[in-house]
């Protein structure tokens, strides 16, 4: 009974310090400013790159011609793409698609809760429109929407308009299956490690496809499980750094252009919808 007791304290006391500690955190962050931003440019600006423009012009730029990994930016792709396909009649943002779909390729506790808050946001239906998809992207970051749209679109497609864009740009390919990749590749995290820095640009993306496809024949349930105990902080990087390339200059440019000339009026109601 005393054993109970005092680990009862301890446990108290753990969760008072873990609380205290957040407070004390919070009211550090609340006390940041612009200049607390701008020291952090300062003291990183050889691992990061900034590009603001106005009126055509840079005001600010860190290392705006240096590619680095993408992530979620391209995103803004896959928008462009995805307004391109509707005004060519190639898709139908009405049609729609079971809810369940989508879930082949959501990835437990690796989108940031995007994707189940875009759930939540419109109420768990059994079925939702393209439309409802696009928005779950660009809206909710959703990386199961992304690569759903992806795979509706074309792969190719997405990657033929980086060429006529003429953008310095790598190939995309799908941002869920690379998760899944490494317990694909190994039941180990380090072989499973080795084996993915070494790969190929070319076999990366082969085999990005080829576990795209597993999982939307809902074959990858297994490799979905490995998942967790395979992404420590060192294989996440690596993930990271297999991604498309590009620079901050190149899509400051993108945006502007998207602006005046690349979308029609008509094709940039679709983004506001």
């Excluded at 612009?34 to 009126?55: A, G, P, Q, R």
């Excluded at 429109?129 to 199961?144: F, H, P, T, V, W």
């Excluded at 070319?202 to 490995?226: G, I, P, T």
């Amino acid at each position: 009974m005393k054993l109970l007791i005092i680990g009862l304290l301890l446990l108290l006391i753990l969760i008072i310090a873990f609380v205290v500690s957040g407070i004390a955190v919070n009211k550090h962050n609340m006390k940041k400013n612009k200049y607390d931003l701008l020291n952090y440019f300062k003291n990183h600006k050889v691992s990061l790159s900034l590009t603001i423009k106005e009126n055509g012009r840079n005001t600010l730029a860190i290392n705006p011609d240096k590619k680095y990994p993408l992530a979620s930016t391209t995103k803004i792709i896959i928008a462009y793409n995805f307004v391109k396909s509707a005004m060519n009649n190639k898709i139908s943002i009405a049609e729609k698609v079971k809810l369940n779909e989508l879930e082949k390729f959501y990835i437990k506790d690796t989108d940031g809760g995007a994707h189940p808050n875009w759930k939540y946001s419109i109420n768990y239906p059994t079925e939702v429109s393209l439309l409802e998809i696009a928005k779950g992207m660009m809206q909710y970051s959703s990386n199961a929407c992304t690569d759903f749209l992806i795979h509706k679109i074309g792969v190719d497609v997405v990657n033929e308009s980086i060429e006529v864009l003429q953008l310095n740009h790598d190939k995309i390919t799908y941002l869920t299956s690379p998760i899944i990749m490494p317990g694909y590749l190994s039941d180990k995290r380090k072989p499973a490690l080795n084996k993915l820095d070494a790969m190929s640009s070319q076999s990366y993306h082969e085999l990005a496809n080829e576990l795209f496809v597993k999982m939307q024949a809902n074959r990858s349930d297994y490799l979905k499980e490995k998942t967790p105990n395979m992404l420590d902080r060192k294989m996440q990087l690596l993930i990271t750094k297999r991604m498309a390339y590009s620079t901050t200059n190149q899509y400051t440019d993108l945006m502007l252009r998207l602006g005046k000339e690349l979308l029609t009026k008509k094709e940039k109601s679709y983004l506001v919808k």
